[in-house]
């Protein structure tokens, strides 16, 4: 007691107080005396908080205490010892912001005061595994000016950390959280990696996967071992019973390959859970001590500069007999929990939820207004549909989607992309599809056949992921490039076909990098990178084709680039003045400022991005952004024009090819996937 209320005298000194104070009273007393013992506990390990070491934590511990008090114990409130862990769980909040190098607490600081600072529009991803882009991690800061030539200021490392070298699904198996693939560098050389970003304005992003662990983790050793404490880690049962009662009501993942959510342990005579595959254990986050273990693995990474985390399988930390075990409400307490306590420690450290679930769940991850949860989702929906869109000609299946989703939170923002290393699942709702005019079976099935390059005309070259030949249910697998028909185009040397296939890559890009949220580029698809059949070779891999699509950069074709004229400098050259575009105009920072426009012509889509005020200096206030599906030219009237108010034949002109926009007997006319990114020549 006496030690805060020194540090209270001191807070007041530093005029600190004015911030805790207006808290401290929302608090019940019982918190406030608990917030009060735990500070104390932790000067007497750690030595006194003061100015220099500690005043930010009493601040943001003071401002979150109750809240992770509230949401720790909705968890583990009847758990044996709750109180030890919940003590536990403040230290290792303390262990974390006492490690937290100086550089990053005022890297926080900062952020902290333009909260909204991930939503500019200058941020542009891409996606990229470090072994099949660079080799490995040094490797990667010598193609660093390449990333940024194209105009990439966020790299998103796909799994680094330590896994098997057999059964490590593309790293999402990971059997050690602190230690680096060895062949891909170690812990120091993420570390330089990550200095070298800063000094250029890049962020980093880094998964954390922590639904599950690889069998190799140190604690399914000892779970396999025997001891009880790690078999507690996971969902280990001494039979069929339990695991039974799950299964009722949990859909398989990975059906093809992993069947079932439970595989057998012989050595134990047991089962554990394993909804994805056999070798990925499900950690158990109904024992607290997992909980806090992750969450100090988390502050580990946080610790080492990362700036975005992304959740891996977030939908499935919780899990609960008689549910799907998928988008428990629990699993939204823990990313809660989650994100309250990092904010206590590393407030400069945003999150990505990984929730490819239906689209209403979806933004459930992005929390309310006064419960934030993740900062970024994954927009699938979006994904999915510009997908359906190329297949059909057609956006009405998108806009019907789209209308309907409920709105993110001001300051949430999406990963709006075309690929990523996953499948495309076909995660629109079948009573859309129905409205729409199709049968929602024969649609998806057509779909399938459309990208796996079976139906009639289509230039795609795809392949079935996890299909379920009793359902008939299956994903799609295949690079950008290759399902939008440049692949087959070029085996064809169809010389047409290539160039709808370049307009259609370009489409893609122009969409994700327009459309609100923060684009998510795939590695390789700016150079139009095909399939890379070579998994069908590997045992380990041939039943997955989702390593299609996970090829090896193709260097030789990126030089290439500069060759104006060739193919990859058409795809290249298109999408970095797109990401040159779209930074130097304040429209496309992401405030929720997309508004779907109606247009009488079902193959083009058009939106609209508007400023809140207009502005007095004649800046541009708003954003015409009209893209046409069709392989066709197509015509719409010019009233969508008026509707938003540009004044026709008077400096309407398209961003994109700085010219005027093309009329047809007064219709505006658009070329097989043309887009328009209209806005007015300043007054
Ligand atoms: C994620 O994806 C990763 O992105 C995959 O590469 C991993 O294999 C997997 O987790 C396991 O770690 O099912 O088909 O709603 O869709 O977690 C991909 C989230 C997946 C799931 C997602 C999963």
Redesign the pocket.
Known sequence: MQCLSKNRGYLIATGCILQVWHIIPMYRASDNRLLVDSLNRIERKYGKLNHKHGRDFIIRLSANFSLIRELFMSLYGKVHKSEKHFDELIKVLYEGYHLRPKELKSSDRNREKDPNWLLSQKWVGMSLYPEHFSGNLKGLENKLDYLQDLGINLVHLMPILKTPELNN??G?AVSDYRKINPALGDMSDLRRLIRNLRKRGMLIAFDL?L??TSDQHKWAKKALKGDKKYQNYYYIFHDRTIPDQYEAHMPE?FPETAPGNFSYLPERRKWVMTV?HHY?WDLNYRNPEVFVKILETLLFLANQGIDILRL??V??LWKEIGSSCQNHEKAHTLVKLIRRCTEVVSPGVKFIA????APNEVVKYLGQDDEPECDIAYHATLMALIWNSLATTKVRLLYRSLSKLPSKPFGTTWITYGRC???IGLGFDDEDIYQTGYDAKMHREFLLNYFTGKFPRSQAKGALFMHNPITGDA?ISGSLASLAGLEKSMEDKNIAQTELAIKRIILIHALILSYGGLPMIYSGDEIGLLNDYQYLDSPEKEKDS?WMHRAAMDWKAAKKRSESGSITSRIFTAIQHLIELRKTTELWADFNNTNLEYCDNPHILVFSRSSAVESADGSVSRILVMMNFDKQPQLTGQEILLRKGFILNEGVYDLYSEGPLNYHNGNIEMQPYQFYLITENPI
């Open positions: 699904d593309g999402y996967v639904n599950h993942i994805f990925q891996d399988a939908p499935y990984e929730a490819i679930v290393h996953d499948d994903r989702r």
